[in-house]
């Protein structure tokens, strides 16, 4: 009797400890998700009061002030307020392709940010065809945006999707050529190796000084992906209204707006991954490995060091665009895809085999 | 729990759901005709988009090949590079021929094709279709 006692308790006792360890792994499992969602969402947030903040200073206003310290819940308020808007569906509209073409778009962006390298070694899911998912995915974007200018049965959202299709796969190959010099030079396609390789030799090591044109190229052609001034044909508020986005309103118009902000911060990421070394902190003609000597004993110093020159140097990006936008007017839609097609197609095509020719002769 | 009484809430003008801009019902679908070079961009993506996708497994170590699939490559980009370079040349690219239209000139085509009577008739010749790239 004692016995069986303690066979039932000790049976009790490991099932508790497994049910336990069940939990613990789905919790760390889905953990550093919500962490990474949350720190985009945010992230949102300051792109969205930056844009105001730069504008305002570059047209000589006043920025949004009220609402918060230096107005920063700003954008929290305009998501709020489009969370209470009515949401309307146009009665001509299609209505599957009507709802779901905001969706496609926020959902395919977020899903790339699981690839970026936010410090050493500090990434969701270390893939080595990191660069390959995010081209792919971005691939994507430009179907919901067609499905939501052709729902809504409306000649200027129609013509916005249409727009917005042709510039996307514009510029697309000349975006993928660049990334593919890169991955010559590292020998990989995994961000995190990316990175590794612009640290062998600090800051003259990054990618910026191998491949100069390789940068340019794809600066502009991020910019034109994420339909940002002087490429943002497929809004052209003068011409379409709002292109793709005129029927929309509340929280799918708001989708719209987030996918345009995410995109932003996503290009600007990956141009600091892959030409600007990422989290290397690096300075010229200074050793910071003395100064930082404390690096090799606390590993939570080094990646929040870490995070905080990747998010540095994006900064500087996401001030490039948002300058640009106040700053150049809009191109033309024959300009657009001869600049793509005639000038960035051909320079990245030449940078490819300029690197090619380099690996063949190192090799 | 309140969408059961949004009908009772509020009532369902009809003139909202309408497409935009518009005091009566529209004309016609939206999604009559477009530009033939929307399609033309599209095909183009399609010839170079295999480029980029072999050139992937190309560049990756891997499958880190030697000379002599190097040069392959460079064959096969030689190609391409030919019948971009004859697709360029054909003028498959060339859209300078006709500026895009603004909404005035798309609000006074509207109003143009009410009548018959065609004013400016040695540009509209030109311009024989409500959409352009």
Redesign the interface.
């Known amino acids: 009797m004692i016995i069986y006692l303690t066979e039932i308790q000790d049976i009790h006792f490991f099932f508790r400890l497994e049910s336990f360890k069940e939990i613990y792994g789905i919790i760390w499992v889905f953990a550093p998700i919500l962490i990474l969602i949350l720190g985009i969402t945010i992230s949102v947030l300051a792109i969205v009061w930056l844009e105001r903040e730069i504008s305002a200073g570059i047209q000589q206003r006043i920025g949004p002030e009220y609402t918060g310290p230096f107005g920063v819940l700003q954008a929290l308020a305009d998501g709020t307020k489009l969370l209470f808007k009515e949401n309307l569906i146009p009665s001509r509209g299609d209505i599957r392709l009507f709802s779901i073409g905001p969706s496609i778009s926020v959902i395919s962006i977020i899903i790339s940010y699981s690839v970026i390298p936010f410090g050493y070694n500090f990434v969701l899911s270390d893939l080595n065809i990191g660069v390959f998912l995010w081209i792919a995915i971005s691939s994507i974007a430009p179907i919901g945006l067609l499905m939501s200018g052709y729902g809504s049965n409306n000649k200027y959202s129609f013509l916005g999707g249409l727009r917005a299709a042709a510039q996307s796969i514009s510029y697309e190959i000349p975006l993928t050529l660049c990334v593919l010099s890169i991955s010559l030079l590292s020998n990989s396609l995994s961000t995190v190796d990316i990175v590794d390789a612009q640290s062998k030799y600090g800051f003259w090591g990054w990618n910026l000084w191998r491949q100069p044109m390789g940068f340019i190229v794809f600066l502009i052609s991020s910019l034109a992906e994420c339909e940002r001034l002087p490429f943002d044909l497929p809004e052209a508020e003068e011409e379409l209204v709002a292109g793709y986005q005129t029927e929309y309103s509340g929280i799918k118009f708001g989708l719209f707006y987030v996918a345009s902000y995410l995109n932003l911060f996503i290009s600007s990421l990956f141009v600091t991954v892959l030409y600007f070394g990422g989290s290397n902190i690096s300075i010229p003609y200074i050793f910071v490995s003395d100064f930082f000597e404390i690096n090799q004993t606390y590993g939570v110093f080094v990646t929040i060091i870490g995070i905080f020159i990747t998010l540095a140097k994006t900064y500087l990006f996401l001030f490039l665009s948002i300058a640009t936008r106040w700053t150049l007017p809009r191109l033309r839609i024959d300009q657009l895809l001869n600049l793509g097609w005639k000038f960035l197609l051909p320079i990245s095509l030449g940078n490819l085999l300029l690197t090619t020719s380099s690996q063949l002769f190192s090799l | 729990f309140l969408f059961p009484l949004l009908p009772i809430i509020g009532p369902i003008y ?1 003139k ?6 518009c005091g009566f019902d ?1 004309l016609g ?3 009559s005709c ?1 530009d033939i ?2 399609y033309l ?2 095909i ?2 399609i010839i ?2 295999p ?2 996708t072999f ?2 497994p190309w ?3 891997p499958n ?1 090949i030697d ?1 002599f699939g ?1 040069w392959s ?2 064959a096969f ?1 030689l190609i391409l ?1 030919i019948g ?1 370079l004859y697709e ?1 040349k054909r003028g498959g ?1 060339r ?2 021929e ?3 239209p ?2 005035n000139q798309l609000i006074r085509h509207g109003r143009e094709e009410k009548t018959t009577h065609r004013p400016y008739s040695s540009f509209w010749d030109k311009n024989d279709y409500l ?1 352009k ?1």
């Open positions: 009809p909202k759901l309408s497409a935009y801009g529209p679908d939206a999604r477009f070079r929307f961009v599209s183009l993506f170079h988009d480029e980029v050139s992937f560049a990756v170590p880190k000379p190097s490559m460079m980009l590079t971009s360029w690219g859209t300078k006709r500026a895009i603004t909404l959409f790239i």
